[in-house]
């Protein structure tokens, strides 16, 4: 529980308990919208356990990772919607 | 053309929640050996989501001797594998950190468990909106919720434990909300002597939850905000209150997933759970399920079911009268929730023409209202098409306008094209076939 892993979300370090998911992290940071939807509306997780995608960010480059689903790592850069990260499907 | 990487087993086991573990411990102390495939970073399932992790939980004593399963030298537990497809029988493609990885097997034991059931209402989009379940496995994973104002709202018992985890991190639950009435949840809860565990469970998060209102007959009918959520207003079915929040937890019980059992030809009984006998066996030989997916009846349930389903993978002869005594009890429990919980019709309600219902594609309800059933709506209004691939508005649509789903196509997650790829290069289907 002591441990502690230092990652960057939108640019902004953010230090969150090892283990913590992205998406624990992305909140953290202060960060309330994940993404948006197809129509530009504001999005964030809803189920919390890898169903719904609605969760979905660019960690390290990669777009569309589930954040609810991926564990924290030292150095990870995240970006959300605010840094033009998953934005609209991956169709 | 390089094969993809490949493991070879006599049992695979799809999820390591409850019912994965109890089915891998069973298999592996019978003498087979067992590969188990979870999606998430760690095992637990949601019930105990972070108890083998560095994010402590209280139930971690609860799971600890389950968890063991996953030392013992004949299993080979792979976090972060979400299973994509089944080429042909005895093998199954799942996609890992590592990259695409082929499972050959005799038998798989199929343990993923349960989602929620979302009901679209207006605001449910919303950032700050989550479900009841969603924020407690969310919160497991160090989501802050600390000094947080949270609603928690929907149906069923779950509602109980979600809003204890969410005050244990230090969230004001402001209100428990309950759709079902007074009268069936206090029968309910008078018949409860014949659980004891299950009554000792509900007389600790009612201690853990003093002070927190909790109303029965009370339901959501909107969220409010901008970019985020600021308040919600809930229904008695007399008189709506607006009720200024952070979050709002709203789950209106659990939908089994049948999806992976839908990709392996599986028969799927009535209610959507995977039909199984009496050795939890599945319509497709070889093929075992257990645990939420197979009927949504509860914790004990799942480790019964998965203990009698690693036993018959393996092959033993007889069961022990030991866990199916306890499946019978524990079912009993889940048919009890059911009629208990059953969802009012306000509810089909809730949404107006312009609330959305499939959240992927933002398709409105009014867009969906002329059409004939789910298949209509997916090819006309692309409902049900993005990357959840429905798991969210399917069951929504099915309680709106009574569509029933269909078949599971793969990949039945969204994947890397490289995984897609590797489908197309795996070595020769299954070693002897189930």
Redesign the interface.
Known sequence: ?S?RVTLSVDGRAVA??????V???I??AGV???RH???G??????????????C?VTIDGEP?RLA????CAEGMRVETAAAGGSRG??R | MSAIATVDCDVLVVGAGPAGLAAAGAAARAGAGVVVLD????PGG?IWR?AG????APDARAAAPWLDALEHPRVQPLA?A?LFAQPAPGLALAETPAGPLAVRHVRAVLCPGA??L?LPFPGW???????A??????VK????VAGQRVVVAGSGPLLFAVARELKRHGARVLLIAEQAPRGRVARFAAGLWRWPAKLADALAHRAALAGVPYRTGSWPVEALGG??LAAVRVSDGRRVREIPCDRLACGFGLVP?AEPARLFGCAIAAGGAVATGARQETSVPGVFAAGEAAGIAGLEAALAEGAIAGLAAAGAGEIPAGPRRARERARAFGAAIARAFALRDDLRALARPET?VC????VTRGALADQPGWRAAKLHTRCGM???QG??CGPAAEFLFGWGAESVRPPAF?VRLESLAAAGEVPPGGTEGP
């Open positions: 529980m441990a969150v308990a090892a283990g913590a998911s998406a624990a992290a909140e953290a309330a919208v994940f939807s197809v129509t509306t504001a999005r964030a997780p809803l189920c919390g356990m890898g169903i719904c995608q609605e979905r569309h609810c689903q991926t564990a499907v991956g | 999606d998430n970073a760690g949601q972070g992790a560095g994010v402590a972060g979400r989602r929620e979302f989009t919303l950032p700050g909106v989550a479900g379940g969603g924020l407690s496995a969310l994973s160090g989501t802050p970019e985020a997933n959305v959240r992927c594609e933002d993005g990357p959840c798991r969210v969204p």
